[in-house]
């Protein structure tokens, strides 16, 4: 299975916009065997089924993990360069 490189986590939050994370696929599985995605500082982590269901990843200890509102497919197009080819970081 092809999985999308990127998606965007949107996150409620108390302020008056939502709070969006964008993560990238690693190497890694999760338990339910699908990629693990995580962002630029690798805090955020999830995995990501390929009907867009997300398991969010502690990546550290005492950390309270929030469920994303929304989970949407970044396209290239979207992002520019891929990461580590100049693109955002």
């Known amino acids: 299975m092809d999985y999308p490189e990127s998606y965007q986590l949107v996150f409620q939050a108390s302020a008056v916009e939502d709070d969006t994370v964008t993560v990238w696929r690693t190497a890694q599985s999760g338990a339910g065997g699908y990629p693990v995605y995580e962002d630029e500082t690798g805090i955020v982590r999830a995995e990501i089924s390929d009907r867009g269901e997300v398991r969010m990843l502690a990546s550290g200890g005492h950390q309270v993990l929030g ?23």
Request: charged content about 30%; cysteine-free.
């Open 67 to 89: 469920t994303p509102l929304v989970v949407r497919e970044v396209r290239d197009e979207q992002l520019g360069a891929p990461r580590g080819d100049g693109g955002p970081v």
